[in-house]
Nanobody, 123 residues
Framework: QVQLVESGGGLAQAGGSLRLSCQAS????????MEWYRQAPGKQRELVAS???????????SYADSVKGRFTVSRENGQNTVHLQMNSLKPEDTAVYYC?????????????WGQGTQVTVSS
């Protein structure tokens, strides 16, 4: 019913930048929550950035302390796409990054996950 396709991961040097994208398709009415999580080897999955829609044009963004000032979450409503711009990357940002959406699909609010994209930051 809903497909999420992530792109943009890869290898970057410390101090560099990467931009992740997650495009959702399917019978989606609206997407009130768009988030990015990451999971490093041996660690639990953690929330990195969140964009919550509180109205037609009202959004609230939040970030993990570890990425504040470096990462920016944005969305393209017409494309049901969320991006994560990652600047000033650090080796500790190395992880698999997952997009997560809460979306209304055929009258039900559900949780949907992307397949994950690897981000590796070398020192």
């Amino acid at each position: 019913q809903v497909q999420l396709v992530e792109s943009g991961g890869g290898l970057a040097q410390a101090g560099g930048s990467l931009r992740l994208s997650c495009q959702a398709s399917g019978r989606i009415s609206s997407i009130p929550v768009m988030e990015w999580y990451r999971q490093a080897p041996g660690k639990q999955r953690e929330l990195v950035a969140s964009k919550v829609n509180y109205g037609v044009t009202n959004y609230a963004d939040s970030y993990a302390d570890s990425v504040k000032g470096r990462f920016t979450v944005s969305r393209e409503n017409g494309q049901n796409t969320v991006h994560l711009q990652m600047n000033s990357l650090k080796p500790e940002d190395t992880a698999v990054y997952y997009c997560h959406l809460k979306a209304w699909v055929m009258g039900k609010l559900g949780d949907y996950w992307g397949q994950g994209t690897q981000v590796t930051v070398s020192s």
